[in-house]
């Protein structure tokens, strides 16, 4: 056993290795031509993938311990296509500068913005997409934050670490920095579509695909109207406490417990979300009117080879858990309380 698991993490180094070879010498000959350019953001979406499965396959076997620890191995290896492509884009264009990916800082006027609407805006997308989102728990599982609460002060801090600074810091570098300016050229729709949905895909967790893809592209939003992607990561990290907190209150049986004031909180947030995005559109496009660069048109995109493989792995993956959750009769048991829900809703109206 112990002869398969070291072979196992070899072959898994070597691939991603290989990975990071490929793309870094194939962003050389491609020099960012829009279509082109499509194409590498696809294939470095399968090189994150592979950094995150085989890192954490190996820290699973490892054995680290507590959850939060294994996950901060992961985002920490996300070290390797943040360089990967930083390095593939400095080949491409040696001018290239730091500050061209988001590294500059966030104008005072922006902050309450920024921190504000990811605090609520989570609320507003799980109720904007209610029906949607209750079929695809029905089938693949709970929406609710894959987050272990920590027993003890050492498991906080470990797990606060993780998902309010590791996790951001290097998931926007990936996809509001790197892929961004691999996608340069096509148009602003395409890029946000694509970011947002590799964004949700990498994910992998079908039932919270909608939630992602929308906070996603919030994310992108608050990282191209500030011009900064220290914004967008304190955004993804507010995102992230949010849930820890919730997680908590599930954790404690609070939710029932307090589920008036629950109940505010979530009318609230559908009031709140337009009011607070409406201003910080009015804000933001006021001094620079980004919104214009939507409009703007790209070159043809043409079909990505690496999209197709990613897809199948993500589709054969979450129908790995689907078959799962089938065989153990958990979708017959939720599709029947779903429907049910939906029928009494009906009849309600």
């Known amino acids: 056993m112990r002869l398969i698991i070291i072979f196992g993490a070899f072959f898994g180094i070597f691939l991603i290795v290989s990975l990071c070879a490929v793309f870094v010498f194939s962003c050389e000959k491609i020099k960012f031509y829009p279509e082109r350019g499509f194409q590498s953001a696809w294939w ?12 954490g396959a190996a820290a699973g076997f490892m054995k680290t311990g507590e959850n939060d620890m294994v996950s901060n191995i992961i985002e920490c290896c996300f070290i390797i296509p943040c360089a990967a492509g930083y390095y593939a884009l400095k080949r491409s264009d040696r001018e290239l500068s730091l500050r061209e990916l988001g590294f500059c800082g966030i104008k005072r006027e922006y902050i309450p913005y920024v921190l504000f609407i990811p605090m609520f805006y989570q609320i507003f997308c799980i109720y904007m997409t209610m029906p949607l989102t209750l079929l695809l728990n029905a089938l693949f599982g709970s929406d609710l934050p894959d987050i272990t609460v920590p027993k003890d002060a050492a498991g906080v801090i470990s797990t606060l670490t993780g998902i309010c600074i590791l996790a951001p810091l290097f998931e926007e570098f990936l996809y509001r920095g790197i892929m961004v300016r691999l996608l340069k050229g096509c148009s602003f729709r395409t890029i946000m579509l694509t970011t947002s949905l590799a964004f949700a895909m990498m994910h992998m967790d079908m039932s919270g695909f909608t939630q992602i893809f929308f906070l996603g592209m919030l994310l992108f939003i608050i990282r191209t109207a500030t011009g900064s992607l220290f914004s967008s990561v304190a955004a993804h990290s507010v995102i992230n406490l949010m849930s820890f907190i919730l997680s908590v209150l599930s954790e404690k049986n609070m939710i029932t417990e307090y589920e008036s004031i629950i109940l505010a909180v979530d009318i609230g947030s559908l009031i709140v979300v337009p009011f607070l995005m409406v201003n910080f559109l009015r804000v933001t496009v006021s001094e620079d009117d ?5 409009i703007i048109k790209g070159k043809k995109k043409g079909i990505s080879v690496g999209c197709i493989i990613f897809t199948v792995i993500y589709i054969i993956w979450n129908g790995v858990v689907l078959s799962n959750n089938i065989s153990s009769g958990y979708t017959q048991k939720t599709l029947g309380e779903f429907f049910d829900t939906v029928t009494a809703e009906e009849e309600t109206a």
């Open 290 to 294: 980004w919104t214009k660069k939507f």
């Open 44 to 55: 470095y979406q399968i090189l994150i993938f592979s950094v995150m499965i085989g890192f």
